[in-house]
């Protein structure tokens, strides 16, 4: 197997959080997004949607996507689970981390690429381009805003994003929560649950990858 | 268990075709979308994110996103299995399905909601308000027209989204063909294997849930 990264992304960390915390190491190539190695010829017969993370598997097939690369590493490697230890854990976790995927990720993605002189013509990541919206930026501002404050009101009852069961769905929100230092949003002083959980979680080795 | 359903809506759509295709019956509840029921303080108790679908276990857990119903579904009626009958193919299939998540739902949601007079302030499904922005439909349908011909491409090589195994990844993409009439965009004439496969999969019993 071959790991696709780009150390500097935040999601890629995702996966390497994921690795870190089962013990998992694989082979891993480094793509320079920086200077769009992405769109390199080379690495678009490997992945053309342009992305990182990537797996790619001994017998050639290339799978894409963090949840769907962390279900097949969870599957052949299925020590220290973190996708659930029951069906209903699983849905769970499934449902917390498809949120955080939406509401965090696409949230934070909407406010720094669309403000990022860099990003002109590439406000979403992938194969096609789009044009900058500057509406768009401020409303992912304020989208993360709604999650900081949904997620301290959350973890006021909860350990962690699924009770006392540290979960890829942890992963996700550390990797939100650092992402959206990028466009300068920060755990407001208050919000004492969410700092609580995020010292907690940023604190293992982990979170180092 | 309790399914939480619209029958005029897309996305709870999704839900049903994979009961349907599984031959699940589960206890279904309309909300009334169209009128606000999402909203009644009845409904928030159950789901605070006052979406449907959402699918409530006899322990009184709520299991919200399609993706997460489904995979708990699929794992107590294991019977003709929709997500990938091996590792490998189940992180193919959940690769697909997030990128139709992604690329199509979301797309359609930024065409319809950002240009409909009823969803003035309602551009985000949710909890949370936010304002239209006329760029977005713009973006939502140039999102949508790449979609259509990315899965012009695809199809050209391939039966279903994933190889000859119809999976859950097909369901979600004749949802999104069927969504994006709703911003009266239509697979393009010259698009031949992207409507051989819409009739082949809109044939099935399924296709009327």
Redesign the interface.
């Known amino acids: 197997m071959k790991f696709y990264d780009c150390t500097t992304a935040p999601s890629p960390r995702r996966v390497r959080i994921f690795m870190a915390e089962k013990g998992i190491e694989i082979d891993t190539v480094q793509i320079d997004l920086a200077n769009g190695e992405q769109f390199s010829e080379e690495f678009k017969a490997i992945n053309p949607?342009c992305e990182v993370p990537l797996l790619v598997?001994e017998?050639g097939?290339s799978?894409?996507?963090i949840?769907?690369?962390c279900?097949?590493l969870e599957?052949?490697y299925p020590d220290n689970p973190l996708l659930g230890r029951t069906?209903?854990e699983?849905?769970?976790v499934?449902?917390s981390n498809?949120?955080l995927q939406?509401?965090g990720f696409?949230a934070g993605a909407e406010a720094f690429r669309n403000a990022t002189p860099g990003f002109k013509n590439r406000a979403?990541p992938?194969p096609?381009n789009?044009?900058q919206?500057p509406?768009?930026a401020e409303?992912g501002q304020?989208?993360l805003d709604?999650l900081f404050s949904d997620l301290e009101a959350h973890l006021a009852n909860s350990q962690y994003i699924v009770g006392d069961y540290y979960s890829i769905a942890d992963i996700s929100a550390l990797c939100v929560v650092d992402f959206a230092k990028w466009v300068k949003k920060r755990i407001p002083e208050d919000y004492s649950n969410l700092q609580r959980w995020y010292d907690q979680v940023s604190s293992r080795p982990s979170a180092k990858a």
Request: proline share 3%.
């Open positions: 949607l598997l017998d097939t799978i894409s996507q949840s769907a690369i279900r097949y599957e052949i069906p209903v699983r849905a769970v499934e449902s498809q949120q939406m509401n696409a979403m992938g096609h789009y044009s919206i509406e768009l409303r304020q989208r709604n």
